[in-house]
């Protein structure tokens, strides 16, 4: 309770109200010598180059990227979404030559600091809503639910950085179909009705505004209601390293990497 901006506990009319809590600015600060930040506290599940179109969940079970992701290219007109070969998705994604594609899964457990932060300097230009199931992402049922994350409700935000693709996903868990993006007034989660599969795309890039949606590093993005999980994908050059372990507990504002 001494990082939370209001310490006292009969101001959270529930539960979900206090893992939401707002901290103290100086109870997480950001790391400015490298280049990708946590969004949030948490417990790092994976992180490393993406091999073969597919990304861990745990340790030994994987789900695909395109599903995780949906097609690169609106296909909204047609009855049934091409496949892609792992090959063509993966350069859809990787815009500069010699890059190569990232990931980093972010476990936050049901006491951790709910709200989430903007990873690094980049803009947002796409949101991809999936709804779906709501089953539990605690690493244990992660390692029985091959494409578990596949299944599950969850917010796809796209964009770019200076190295090119970047990407954060928030994925829903037990009792936390409520994902908030603070920028995207029009996501409404949660829905109990929805078509297995399906997902609604929403652009920021207007005639008005051509570039999307500029988040600082540290910015605050959005927030979940309880447990969850973050997954970061994004393209960066080949020198690119992770300052982490698997399994390590992990704070808003400490590095995940840097060239």
């Avoid at 599940?45 to 395109?66: D, I, P």
């Avoid at 960066?236 to 504002?253: H, S, V, W």
Wanted: aromatic share 12%; proline share 6%; hydrophobic share 35%.
């Amino acid at each position: 309770m001494k990082e939370a901006a209001v310490e006292d506990l009969h101001h959270y009319r529930n539960l979900s109200e206090f893992f939401r809590r707002k901290l103290k600015p100086q109870a997480r600060p950001v790391c400015g010598l490298h280049s990708v930040i946590s969004p949030s506290d948490g417990k790092i599940l994976n992180f490393g180059q993406v091999k073969n179109c597919e990304v861990e969940q745990v340790k030994g079970v994987t789900y695909s990227l395109e599903s995780f992701l949906g097609p690169r290219i609106s296909t909204e007109d047609l009855p049934f979404p091409p496949a892609t070969p792992c090959g063509s998705f993966r350069n859809q994604l990787v815009t500069r030559e010699g890059n190569e594609l990232y990931h980093c899964v972010i476990y936050l457990a049901p006491g951790d600091y709910h709200c989430f932060h903007s990873p690094t300097d980049w803009t947002v230009s796409h949101r991809r809503h999936f709804p779906g199931s709501l089953m539990s992402v605690n690493p244990g049922m992660a390692r029985w639910i091959k494409e578990l994350f596949c299944h599950n409700e969850r917010v796809v935000l796209t964009g770019d950085w200076k190295h090119g693709f970047f990407s954060l996903t928030a994925v829903g868990a037990t009792n936390v179909g409520s994902i908030r993006i603070y920028f995207d007034r029009d996501l409404h989660t949660n829905s109990p009705r929805y078509s297995k599969g399906s997902y609604n795309d929403f652009s920021f890039v207007t005639h008005a505004n051509k570039e999307g949606i500029p988040m600082r590093k540290g910015e605050h993005l959005g927030e979940f209601n309880l447990g969850s999980t973050i997954v970061l994908i994004f393209e960066a050059p080949k020198d690119f390293n992770f300052k982490l372990k698997a399994g390590q507990k992990i704070r808003f504002g400490e590095a995940l990497g840097s060239l």
